[in-house]
């Protein structure tokens, strides 16, 4: 999204669009709450998920919180839950036992909220001050909750029961997409500062030196994992970090997570309440940073780093120029990616050619996050904005990147410079990976 400021009628059309985005995230969060009963929502269905009932409050109480008081200047619609709502102050495993709101009080909290919040946009200035400028507290809202349904997505694949949410099948595949891409060394732009919906940790732009590398052509599969399985990967320690096979022995991890073998041999994987043969040409998705590093050794490969994933994903070298996405700047459509939960899986791979680079690497946005070798880190000339716990508290620490969003991804919170990180033990979220190798001598010329 592209804003520029010259007469009522663009401001017009912005509020029209912001409260679009709003209302698609709404219509989502109430999709994944309405299909369970208020025990189903109140119970916690992993200690390392909050209850959903917690998500819905929690998404109503940051709206009110930036939107109504902070941009509308308003007096609090519940101005007594702040407490209970702060992620920082109250741990997953701990919310339960928290007076929270029942699903009654939470519906009935995040709509006062929405609808102060729609009065707010209709008359608030959306220039002047950088909380506005170009909307961006609404985007930042708007990204907040569909963050939040991704997670609350998480939840339901974790909890046990029948299957309630409901999706057709992803695209079947459209072209063959085999090996790899290189890409040769130079100068990019890494970053933005001109997206207005960005978020800090995404800014400022920034020009990145990139040796030449090669990087796979599409993600991981399930085949390929497969291969990985049987020849011994998950019993194979020269094959793991210490760490890493600490974990792999500590967790006792066999296969990705929700994969299951009958006793033919035959894979099954569980997802949202279904039991379904594995499709070998899915992206291989629920493997934690480790699992991806230990693959990358057996295949004699590496993860790319988070500077080569941007590059593979923004840069035309036709052109020298960094775009938005690996098509272009144009916002995505069906006929570019998987996102936005239209499905309930990730699509094999070969399925969204025109969502492929020029250079020809393909579904790198949606489908699954992608592991990368990098910390998260700041990014020269960092400013935290608009405050310090969205970012600047988690740098440095115990996180590795992921890159380019999953069929749980909205698009208003996936672009090609956008950065999702997480501890590398964790796979209940929608995660697989690509390959990346250094080039020999003589490559890339």
């Known amino acids: 999204m592209t804003i520029q400021f010259s007469d009522n009628a663009t401001t017009d059309r912005l509020r029209g669009e912001i409260a679009e985005v709003l209302t698609r995230a709404r219509a989502r969060t109430l999709a994944l709450t309405d299909c369970l009963d208020d025990a189903e929502l109140a119970a916690q269905h992993s200690r390392l998920m909050s209850p959903l009932v917690w998500d819905l409050a929690h998404i109503g109480n940051q709206e009110e919180l930036w939107l109504v008081r902070d941009v509308g200047g308003r007096a609090a619609v519940r101005g007594d839950i702040d407490e209970l709502y702060d992620a920082f102050k109250h741990a997953r495993a701990d919310r339960p036992e928290l007076p929270l709101l029942d699903p009654a009080q939470a519906r009935g909290y995040v709509g006062s909220v929405r609808e102060e919040v729609l009065d707010v946009l209709s008359g608030a200035p959306l220039h002047g001050n950088p909380l506005v400028q170009g909307g961006f507290a609404f985007g930042m809202v708007a990204q907040h909750e569909q963050q939040h349904d991704e997670t609350m997505l998480a939840t339901h694949q974790l909890r046990t029961g029948p299957a309630v949410l409901t999706a057709p099948p992803p695209p079947a595949a459209r072209v063959p997409v085999r090996g790899e891409v290189i890409v040769p060394a130079g100068e990019f732009t890494m970053g933005t500062s001109t997206d207005p919906w960005a978020l800090d940790n995404e800014r400022p732009a920034h020009p990145v030196h990139v040796p030449g590398f090669a990087i796979g052509a599409a993600p991981v599969?399930?085949?390929?994992?497969?291969?990985?399985?049987?020849?011994?990967?998950?019993?194979?320690?020269?094959?793991?970090?210490?760490?890493?096979?600490?974990?792999?022995?500590?967790?006792?991890?066999?296969?990705?997570?929700?994969?299951?073998?009958?006793?033919?041999?035959?894979?099954?994987?569980?997802?949202?309440?279904?039991?379904t043969p594995l499709r070998p040409h899915q992206p291989v998705v629920h493997v934690c940073w480790y699992e991806a590093e230990a693959y990358a050794n057996w295949a004699g490969r590496r993860l790319p780093t988070e500077a080569e994933w941007e590059k593979a994903a923004r840069f035309d070298p036709a052109t020298g120029v960094t775009r938005r996405y690996p098509w272009g700047d144009a916002d995505p459509g069906v006929a570019q990616a998987n996102l936005g939960q239209r499905h309930l899986e990730p699509a094999d791979v070969g399925a969204y050619p025109a969502g492929a680079s020029p250079a020809g690497v393909h579904q790198l946005i949606g489908d699954v996050w992608e592991w990368t070798s990098s910390g998260f880190e700041p990014y020269p000339g960092f400013r935290a904005f608009p405050y310090a716990e969205y970012s600047d508290v988690f740098f440095g620490g115990d996180y590795r990147m992921l890159r380019g969003g999953s069929f749980g991804t909205d698009p208003v919170a996936c672009r090609g410079t956008f950065r999702n990180w997480d501890h590398p033990i964790r796979r209940q979220i929608f995660s697989g990976f690509r390959l990346a190798r250094d080039l020999r001598a003589g490559e890339g010329r």
């Not at 019993?235 to 500590?250: A, D, K, M, Y």
């Open 221 to 275: 599969t399930n085949w390929e994992y497969l291969a990985f399985l049987a020849d011994g990967g998950y019993e194979r320690p020269e094959l793991w970090s210490e760490r890493g096979w600490r974990h792999r022995v500590e967790a006792g991890l066999v296969a990705p997570q929700f994969w299951e073998r009958d006793g033919s041999g035959t894979w099954w994987r569980r997802a949202f309440g279904a039991l």
